[in-house]
């Protein structure tokens, strides 16, 4: 469920640093939540004036972590977004919101809550990460 929308500027992120900005991303998901990475959703939406700031992290996560998680993976993923693009802090702005698990389905299952996934549950995901896979490689 991890949805991370990055709203830029029309042209102003190429698509080699989008790349690298959801890789980065994905990595600091999952290093600081445990979850698979096929969980991990990262999008670019241009669009100038939308935000106070020329760009703005949108996140979305499910409910129930510390909030000294939260922090550091917000922390984190902008630190992250900024090494790779260059923007200056003062250009850039973000959020992360949460909802409930069961609000969000990923693979056709509902997700869990953090801390309650279940064997089932891990294999389905890693069924996911071989057709991703799969796909990738032309398959």
Known sequence: MPFYRCVVPKDSVPYEQRAAVAKAFTDIHCGNTGAPRSFVHVVFDEADDRWETPYFLDGGNRAGRPEEVKAELL??????FREITGVSEQDFGGRITEGPASWTM?????LPEPGEETAEWYE???RIDERLEQAAAGG
């Open 75 to 80: 922390s984190d993923l902008m630190g992250a």
């Open 124 to 126: 389905h995901d890693e």
């Open 106 to 110: 990923e693979g056709g299952m509902v």
